[in-house]
């Protein structure tokens, strides 16, 4: 997803500008461009592909100045070319603007920026009319420009602007996009994302939604829609710049798959107690509150969503209210029964995804209390949910989901065990006893991670199949949905997950030799049906490798092959089995030479629809 980076100081513009958006690039994009302002000129350069191509253009000693923007670009509106990268500038070439998000009503607004002023548009993009509408706004005033500009804009945006007339400050606005700010030695620092400050300072202002901030050397003004001057705090940032770089492995997924163990442990350590007893109070429900809830909808996109699909017998079984598990993309807009008994549980890692944003906010306004589970602290999602739980992932940088989402699940165990408790609907034993099983989840985990020759094993047997299918039942259809997901998204082999029972109804007329079925059987009760799914699939001749508890003999000697994960609690099965469905698809991507942390077309975070 797209970047922003802003510096103005002292020092070189150029190479602040730079460093930054080179702490970004894990977001993925394919074009950059940078504006500079010197010498009452401003200079852009921008060029398709990776920052070192911008670099080599940039490189002169006479492109330097000490204010300027910077921008990564992953299309949208438009090919990743030259023409359509940012900074785009405006007509007299003395305004530049950078912008993540999306103009929704850009169409009409460059039909009237085309006809009543005459403006010939150099890109496809929506955020060209940006810079136009600041232009034709412009008296000398750059911030009042930027809030005319702004009247007019629907949709997403995070947007900075710098001028050649005004050679000391960035204006910047948001609406629905991250935008963070912050003062070091070297200068004042504006970023779309937190980690491109974390080199010079650890204490960011978060600016909110329709706030104007001014960036100059030495101050960070932060405005509200009225120009009333606010007076934000700084919010310190814990984890450090190191903890987003690779640390020694050759991928940021294997080594967020390494620590997932951690994750799972410090999610459990900020929640419980010394004597194990849950520590969720600051979610602040109370009995009534609780028992006013009737229905509860767990609203999330990709990996998260599969989460939801493992919490919601969970929640189900402990606090007694009916869950349904909804995409955020189909939530938003159909029309949901949603009253003031409802509670809606936001699942998202980045906290920034536009879906699950604009679900929360359907949610909202029809009365909804909204609990979201989050990685990233201060984000959109979080600060609009009434009650938050922070998952202690830590950064997660690969676009391949993986600590986050073993995080969620502990989350929303430990969030149906405080519901339970609250409610009455759960014996503390059985609490206890759930929660024992968890804290041994990071053991369990790494253990699984130690089998990585045996992973290995498997995928090299398996790297060059064109088809790999995955089937389970119970909990174990969420974790085929997420073997499936992280197959396909990292080495692009065809896939798909369905529920066992399901095969019989149309899709076993896909078996062939040539098909892969992996079959998730990690839930006791569900063991026979599972069984007798994989001899329904040998005999048509499938190849079928089990994912099973180890010492079970009866799946592997039906299955061609079994991988043998750790015997757990059926409740904790998912979390430890999916670890191994992780690596196998990262083991296969690498077989394939595969770019393992920026899959194609995809972006960490999806801040657009
Ligand atoms: O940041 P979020 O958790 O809201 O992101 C949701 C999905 O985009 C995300 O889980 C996606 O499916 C993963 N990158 C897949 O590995």
New binding site residues.
């Given amino acids: 997803m797209c970047g922003i980076v802003g510096y103005a100081g002292a020092g070189s513009a150029k190479a602040m500008i730079l460093s930054g958006l080179r702490s970004l690039e894990y977001r993925g994009y394919d074009s950059a461009g940078i504006a500079l302002v010197r010498k009452g000129k401003l200079l852009v350069r921008k060029e398709s592909g990776k920052l070192d191509a911008l670099e080599s253009k940039v490189g002169a000693a006479d492109f330097d100045a000490q204010l300027g923007i910077g921008h990564t670009r992953w299309a949208t509106h438009g090919a990743p070319t030259r023409e359509n990268a940012h900074p785009h500038t405006s007509v007299d070439g003395r305004i530049a603007i950078v912008h993540n998000g999306i103009i929704e009503n850009f169409m009409q607004l460059k039909q009237e920026l085309i006809t009543k002023h005459g403006i010939r548009f150099q890109s496809e993009t929506d955020s060209e009319v940006i810079a136009h509408l600041i232009g034709v706004h412009y008296r000398g005033d750059l911030v009042g420009a930027l809030r005319a500009a702004a009247k007019r804009m629907h949709g997403a945006y995070a947007v900075a602007v710098v001028c050649a007339d005004e050679p000391d400050q960035i204006v910047a606005i948001r609406k629905d996009a991250p935008l963070v700010a912050g003062i070091c030695e070297e200068g004042g620092l504006l970023a779309s994302d937190i980690p491109a400050l974390l080199k010079y300072t650890r204490d960011v202002y978060l600016i909110e939604n329709d706030e104007i901030v001014i960036v100059t050397k030495g101050a960070v003004q932060i405005f509200d829609e009225e120009m009333t001057r606010m007076n934000r705090t700084k919010t310190h940032i814990d984890w450090d710049a190191q903890a987003a770089e690779k640390g020694g492995y050759e991928h940021f997924m294997i080594k967020e798959i390494n620590e997932e163990p951690m994750g799972v442990r410090e999610t459990l350590r900020h929640r419980l107690d010394a004597n194990g007893e849950l520590l969720l109070d600051d979610l602040e429900f109370t009995k009534e509150e609780l028992d006013a809830i009737d229905r509860i909808y767990i609203v999330?996109?990709?990996?998260?969503s599969h989460a939801g699909l493992v919490g919601k017998p969970v929640i189900e079984k402990y606090a007694r209210i009916p869950v349904e598990v909804d995409l955020s993309s189909e939530f938003r807009y159909r029309n949901p029964i949603v009253t003031e008994r409802t509670l809606v549980i936001c699942i998202?890692?980045?906290g920034e995804?536009s879906d699950?944003l604009e679900a929360l906010r359907e949610a909202k306004r029809r009365g909804a209390k909204i609990l979201s589970i989050v990685n990233v602290v201060g984000s959109s999602v979080a600060r609009a949910s009434d009650h938050v739980f922070y998952t202690w992932a830590g950064p997660e940088i690969a676009?391949?989901?993986t600590k986050?989402y073993t995080t969620q699940i502990v989350s929303l165990y430990l969030i149906a065990l405080h519901m339970g408790r609250l409610r009455g609907t759960v014996k503390e034993a059985e609490s206890k006893k759930l929660v024992g099983e968890l804290l041994e989840a990071p053991d369990l985990i790494a253990k699984v991670i130690k089998d990585e020759k045996r992973i290995m094993e498997l995928a090299k047997a398996h790297y060059k199949k064109e088809k790999i299918f995955f089937v389970g039942r119970g909990s174990d259809v969420a974790t085929a949905q997420e073997a499936s997901?992280?197959l396909k998204?990292i080495t692009y082999i065809n896939s798909f997950a369905i529920a066992a029972g399901e095969l019989k109804h149309g899709t076993i007329a896909l078996i062939t030799r040539d098909v892969l079925f992996f079959a998730v059987a990690t839930q006791n009760y569900l063991y026979e049906k599972m069984l007798s799914n994989i001899e329904e699939m040998k005999a048509r001749q499938a190849q079928v490798v089990a994912v099973a508890k180890k010492g079970d003999k009866r799946i592997s000697q039906a299955a061609d092959d079994t991988f043998f994960f750790p015997d757990c609690s059926d409740e904790v099965a998912p979390i430890v089995a999916i670890i191994f469905f992780q690596m196998f698809a990262y083991h296969v991507a690498k077989l394939r030479g595969r770019n393992i942390d920026q899959p194609r077309n995809l972006a960490k975070?999806?801040t657009v629809e």
């Fill in positions: 999330a996109c990709g990996t998260a998202s890692q980045s995804t699950t676009v391949a989901s986050a997901l992280k998204e975070s999806v």
